[in-house]
């Protein structure tokens, strides 16, 4: 009987789990993890704190219960101190502080990532928060109920600075974003950024672009946020949003390599240099299927991917993880933004011949009550016609999430631009057109194409 040990219980930890089970039954499986929260979902601790959803055990995939049934032995509360390779242990502590040894046939490490903590004096204080737990949500929760803070400042124009910056308003708090960038979220292309920074504004939040924060000060029970050109900022209570880096020091002790990007390096069956040692998750480089190279690209949708092929592997299997495209989506207020595959800049750097076409459309027949607007970026190669890209914005209304997934399943089946016009896609006047406005965008594309050929 395999004995499957696995280091973290969030999304790549679980995936591996229960793959590993749904193929051999037999299987023993024992998950390590640092805290009490298996398969929580940590992207849906803004909407915990805005108060959209009442009770934080609502955000777990799956109970402690359900995940024992599976077979699956959890140990909670227990951190993972050292691995042996050769021994093929892990020494773990338990909630107790008491030393345990597991052994193990196979191993998956899915420590995930933890917050960047970017060089700000005062960034300790009291009242300046972090976001990537469970814990962490507590923490902040605790701090709005008790304080009744009536302002905030977000450091980090990212996806969780975003969906912070819509929670504290929600919440009916005095809102500030600081990012040192020229511009918000800068996995899309300025002027699409721009619409966030104009939605943001439309609801009250103050938005500061070409901003470090230095320092973090208290005076007079108010945090003052500066830099070193004479920015100063107040705010009640302040939340560093600048991203996360892979959690790797248990890997990097036992002589697990990492890649360039800092992060473990895994082939794409997900092995580590160690035998029988996988990796998944956001502790780990992600293949890029279109660059075919490694970046570091931590997101949800790719861990449990990642995980899935880990547990597979693990157990006898012999997979190989086929590469994410970066599919991302953001709601912030109102507005809905994604992204899919290669900017123009980005496919252009990796060579090839980039050519971008924009389409402002109707997201439904505008004879139909409450048609709304929505823009699309396709990004295509020249020469061969091959889609790189898209990216796109709407109201939340408009489906923006499941027409950028068209395009990320175009792009893992290497289509070319005019290839979305031959897609048998739905149609009726509530909700699409004849032609979607996917196609309407690779139809303007196409013509832009030609036009640029002729000029």
């Known amino acids: 009987m395999t004995q499957l ?7 790549a930890g679980i995936s591996a789990a229960l793959r ?4 051999d039954p037999t299987v023993k499986i024992s998950m390590v993890v640092a805290d009490r929260f298996p ?4 992207c849906g601790l803004p909407f915990y704190l805005s108060g959209e959803v009442r009770n934080w055990r609502d955000l777990a995939h799956r109970t402690k219960a359900e995940i024992e049934e599976q077979g699956i032995h959890l140990l909670l509360n227990h951190n993972a101190e050292e691995i042996v390779a050769k021994k093929k242990t892990v020494r773990v502590k338990d909630p107790n502080g008491s030393p345990l040894e597991l052994k193990f046939d196979k191993l998956v490490i899915a420590t995930g990532a933890v917050s960047a903590r970017p060089d700000i004096r005062g960034i300790e204080l009291p009242g300046v928060f972090s976001l990537r737990w469970m814990s962490d949500s507590f923490a902040l929760q605790k701090y709005l109920e008790d304080n009744a803070p009536q302002s905030a400042v977000v450091i980090g124009g990212g996806y969780i600075g975003m969906e912070m910056a819509d929670a504290f308003t929600y919440r009916g708090l005095n809102v500030s974003v600081v990012e040192f960038a020229s511009s918000v979220l800068t996995t899309v292309d300025p002027d699409f950024s ?3 920074s104009a939605e943001l504004k439309r609801n009250g939040v103050q938005v500061f672009n070409g901003v470090t924060a230095r320092e973090i000060t208290r005076t007079e029970g108010k945090l003052i946020i500066t830099d070193s050109e004479g920015f100063k900022l107040s705010a009640d209570l302040v939340l560093v949003a600048a991203g996360c880096k892979p959690n790797i020091d248990l890997a990097v002790a036992t002589g ?7 992060a473990i390096k895994v082939n794409r069956k997900m092995e580590t240099n160690k035998e029988d040692i996988y990796a998944a998750g956001d502790c780990v480089e992600t293949w890029h299927n279109l660059l075919a190279e490694n970046l570091y690209l931590p997101l949800g949708t790719t861990a449990h991917k990642q995980g899935r092929i880990a547990g597979e592997n693990a157990i006898g299997g012999d997979r190989e993880f086929p590469g994410s495209l970066g599919t991302q989506v953001v709601k912030i207020f109102d ?3 994604a992204r899919t595959g290669l900017r123009d800049e980005e496919a252009a750097r990796a060579g090839f011949d980039a050519l971008s076409a924009d389409l402002e459309t109707w997201d439904h027949k505008v004879y139909y009550p409450g048609a709304k ?6 990004t ?3 020469n061969s016609k091959q889609l790189l890209g898209a990216q796109m914005t709407g109201s939340y209304q408009t489906e923006v999430s499941k027409r950028i997934d068209v395009f990320a399943t175009a792009l893992f089946h290497r289509m070319k631009v005019e290839d979305l016009n031959d897609l048998d896609l739905s149609y009726t006047p509530p909700l699409s057109s004849p032609w979607d406005p996917i196609q309407m965008c690779a139809q303007a594309w196409v013509k832009y194409l030609l036009s640029d050929e002729g000029s």
Not at 256 to 262: P, Y
């Open 335 to 337: 507005t809905v933004i």
């Open 380 to 382: 295509g190669d020249r």
């Open 20 to 23: 590993a089970k749904e193929l």
């Open 194 to 196: 721009q619409e966030i």
């Open 373 to 378: 607007k929505m823009r699309i970026r396709i």
């Open 5 to 11: 040990l696995i280091i973290g219980g969030s999304d």
């Open 39 to 42: 398969n929580f979902s940590i």
């Open 256 to 262: 697990i390599k990492t890649g360039n990007h800092g």
